[in-house]
């Protein structure tokens, strides 16, 4: 509260009602002192008084509210994808000895072999395949029944739709195919990088629940 404030009112007040009552009418041109009447100055300094702004007495006296606690909300956490699987030379090397160690073999259509120029284009190439079921098409990863072959055959089947990446144990991509429609036509490795990582993800998933072969590789070392 503003004491002095409030001092300087109530003499100002006062000094008025006793103004009011000690000065008389002006007659014939002279000022008269008259003699100060106490019950007419306090009636004035009350009437000054109740005419006061009263709200900050009001607000002095009464309790400030604290102000309102909140919670703190948590901060979001950024939960990290998880990663996906990256193909190394070693578990290239898993997958080649696991699937070379299959008892039948399988075979690459002769279009996608001889596109590859890796077979010359008079019957399908015998291969040893390693399968991975997925719910958008079966994936293969074929290996050349020739012992010092460095070359690798992935590929992803859609319905009738093969799409194949030639790569060897470094996971660089060489070439790609599509054969469709009874007939197969080279794309572009930046056309097929997107999803050439995404076949070589998925059988680093695989691999990476092999046991290590210890040894390199016969052929693709």
Not at 1 to 11: C, G, K, Q, S, V
Not at 111 to 126: E, Q
Not at 150 to 160: E, P, S
Request: aromatic content about 4%; some cysteine; charged content about 20%.
């Amino acid at each position: 509260m503003n004491t002095r404030r409030l001092t300087t009112i109530l003499t100002s007040a006062y000094l008025s009602a006793m103004l009011a009552s000690s000065v008389a009418p002006i007659r014939t041109g002279a000022t008269l002192a008259a003699a100060v009447d106490p019950m007419a100055a306090e009636k004035t300094l009350q009437n000054a008084i109740s005419g006061l702004d009263v709200s900050g007495w009001a607000a002095a006296g009464a309790e400030i509210p604290s102000p309102r606690q909140t919670t703190p909300k948590a901060a979001p956490v950024n939960v990290r994808p998880k990663a996906e699987p990256v193909m190394t030379e070693e578990l290239m090397e898993r997958m080649i000895k696991v699937v070379r160690d299959q008892t039948e073999s399988g075979a690459i259509d002769v279009k996608i072999c001889k596109i590859f120029d890796l077979c010359d284009g008079t019957k399908d190439m015998p291969v040893m395949l390693g399968i991975s079921d997925s719910t958008d098409g079966q994936h293969y990863f074929a290996v050349p029944l020739k012992i010092d072959s460095k070359d690798i055959i992935i590929a992803v089947k859609h319905t009738t739709v093969i799409e194949a990446y030639l790569t060897d144990k470094t996971g660089k991509l060489r070439a790609a195919a599509v054969l469709e429609n009874g007939s197969a036509h080279l794309i572009t490795n930046e056309k097929a990088a997107t999803k050439f990582e995404a076949e070589l993800s998925l059988f680093a998933g695989e691999a990476a629940a092999l046991p290590p072969t210890g040894t390199a590789v016969p052929g693709n070392s």
